[in-house]
């Protein structure tokens, strides 16, 4: 078994290009489509009063995390609007500001009360030290430095709150991306390193190799192990740049997601061998299987959130798609929040029918000798 899977592993090390494929593809589909909970707003940004550009206004819009404020002339703020390369624009004044509109949509408003609080919170820095009669450039930073001090130790404190009912959604788009095309092409990734059981088989590698002292259960084991270990580590790869590259926090929850994926990639892993014993030859095999995993990602909620599915058949069929809980669990830590336990409905779901479909299987493959 060993030596299986050392073979497997210099195969991989010498041929890894579809397992690359996927993976870029997985990464590319979630940046992209998802992009809009990953990437910033570019907002070009002019004025007339070079120090403007060094004043705290400037500092409080570059800590900004929906906008990137850009500095430019009077003139690329116009040609930027006007090209539509940007929605909008912004000319700041000493005590004022005013917009350039190009297209009048829905971050408007947001642009407008970022703004505003820059400005608001520039009075109220000047009326600080307009109270504490601060008159040269020593007092005022003094008088500030206090004020710091004293923020980081308040009188009280506020706390808020908020809540929920039992059965609202919460819907999360650079979450729902990630994990559905995470989930969806990890499967090719599996069921393509399956497939070789079928092809060698079908040539008669295995009766050769039963000759010798391995033993058919080994042979199952390590080419299962080793499907099963590049699936997890194209999911490992793929989380792990959006944790530390692109920033996806999880919500501080990322070691519970890497554990709750196993079940998933397991009955992926035995959902493949279960095609593979119902096809004849591996011409029928990758003809099944972007049918199959595409049907999956879009009854298991990978494109479209599950809950805005009405259809009563599609809802049934979803039921017995093991994509569907595996965004259940994924969802349900990174995003609801839920504690390990609250999840281990949907996580034995998955390791019941990864148990079923590899018994089923691997049944079929013997009793049809393929």
Do not use: C
């Not at 070009?44 to 009063?49: F, N, T, W």
């Amino acid at each position: 078994m060993i030596g299986i899977l050392l073979a497997k592993f210099k195969m991989f090390l010498r041929n890894p290009w579809t397992f690359l494929l996927f993976t870029g593809m997985s990464i590319g589909f979630a940046l992209i489509i998802g992009g809009s909970g990953l990437t910033t707003i570019s907002v070009p940004v002019y004025s007339e009063d070079a120090a403007i550009q060094q004043s705290f206004i400037s500092k409080k819009l570059e800590e900004s995390e929906a906008f990137t404020f850009n500095w430019v002339t009077e003139n690329e703020l116009k040609e930027e609007i006007s090209a539509g390369r940007a929605e909008m624009g912004v000319i700041l004044l000493e005590d004022d500001y005013r917009f350039i509109i190009g297209v009048d949509s829905p971050n408007r408003s947001m642009l407008e009360q970022t703004v505003r609080a820059a400005y608001t919170e520039k009075l109220q820095q000047e009326n600080n030290l307009a109270a504490a009669d601060a008159a040269t450039d020593a007092e005022k930073e003094k008088v500030l430095e206090n004020l710091q001090d004293t923020m980081k130790s308040p009188v009280f404190e506020i706390n808020r709150s908020s809540f929920r009912s039992s059965d609202a959604i919460i819907y999360d788009d650079t979450f729902h991306r990630l994990f559905g095309f995470t989930l969806f092409f990890v499967i090719y990734t599996i069921a393509y390193n399956v497939l070789p059981i079928l092809v060698e088989k079908k040539d008669g590698l295995w009766d050769r190799i039963i000759l010798s002292p391995v033993k058919k259960w080994e042979m199952y084991v390590a080419n299962l192990v080793y499907s099963f270990f590049e699936g997890y580590l194209q999911v490992l790869i793929i989380f792990l740049i959006f944790r530390y590259w692109v920033g996806v926090d999880f919500h501080g929850r990322f070691l519970e997601t890497l554990l709750v994926l196993i079940p998933y990639v397991f009955s992926i892993v035995a959902l493949s061998i279960f095609i593979t014993a119902l096809v004849k030859n591996a011409q029928a095999f990758n003809a099944i299987i972007p049918i199959i995993s595409v049907s999956m990602a879009m009854i298991g909620g990978a494109y479209w959130p599950i809950e805005i599915v009405e259809s009563e058949f599609l809802l049934a069929l979803s039921k017995i798609n093991p994509l569907t809980y595996g965004m259940e669990v994924l969802n349900g830590i990174a995003v609801y929040g839920y504690p390990l336990e609250q999840v281990l409905f949907p996580i034995s779901i998955l390791l019941l029918m990864g148990v079923v479909l590899m018994g089923v299987g691997i049944h079929l493959m013997e009793r049809r000798h393929v």
